[in-house]
């Protein structure tokens, strides 16, 4: 089998990222997820998001970013035919130095409270559930959500 690599998510990669977010269970695309929005994550957020590549293959990919105070992850996802051979915690390890780099020292996700593979998957990376935090969302009007 080919060695994964784990490369800096490129603009050219938001078609494949879709398709591959698309077809994995518990990933929530929105119209946030345009690819339009995506390359301006990337712009504002230059070098901290991955993807993961078994030769021509993406098998993985992390969108990664912060605020200047906090860190967050966003759809982090690896192939269902990839899984369980530490790609996954190579995304992580990847946005996490990254994130440290730019000074960041506490990085946040959000994950749908009935996905239970994904909190045993981000719990074994060391993330804390937070019960005593509520999320709260609104649409802003006008804006197409």
Same mark, same amino acid.
């Given at each position: 089998m080919a060695e994964i690599k784990i490369l800096e998510f490129d603009p050219d990669h938001i078609d494949l990222a879709l398709a591959l977010w698309k077809s994995c269970e518990g990933i929530g695309l929105?119209?946030?997820? %345009? /690819?339009?929005? @995506?390359? !301006?994550?990337?712009?504002?957020? /230059? !070098? @901290?998001?991955?993807?993961?590549? $078994? !030769?021509?293959n993406l098998v993985g990919a992390v969108l990664c970013g912060h605020d200047g105070r906090r860190g967050f992850l966003h759809h982090l996802a690896v192939h269902p035919e990839y899984r369980r051979r530490g790609i996954?915690?190579?995304?992580? %390890?990847?946005? +996490? !130095?990254?994130? +440290? $780099?730019e000074g960041i020292d506490k990085v946040h996700i959000f994950v749908y409270a009935k996905n239970l593979k994904a909190l045993e998957f981000w719990k074994a990376q060391n993330y804390i559930p937070r019960d005593e935090l509520v999320l709260l969302s609104a649409n802003i009007p006008g804006i197409e959500n």
């Amino acid at each position: 089998m080919a060695e994964i690599k784990i490369l800096e998510f490129d603009p050219d990669h938001i078609d494949l990222a879709l398709a591959l977010w698309k077809s994995c269970e518990g990933i929530g695309l929105s119209a946030a997820d %345009e /690819p339009s929005r @995506i390359r !301006g994550y990337l712009s504002r957020n /230059p !070098g @901290i998001s991955f993807t993961a590549w $078994q !030769g021509a293959n993406l098998v993985g990919a992390v969108l990664c970013g912060h605020d200047g105070r906090r860190g967050f992850l966003h759809h982090l996802a690896v192939h269902p035919e990839y899984r369980r051979r530490g790609i996954g915690k190579l995304l992580v %390890e990847r946005c +996490h !130095g990254a994130l +440290h $780099q730019e000074g960041i020292d506490k990085v946040h996700i959000f994950v749908y409270a009935k996905n239970l593979k994904a909190l045993e998957f981000w719990k074994a990376q060391n993330y804390i559930p937070r019960d005593e935090l509520v999320l709260l969302s609104a649409n802003i009007p006008g804006i197409e959500n």
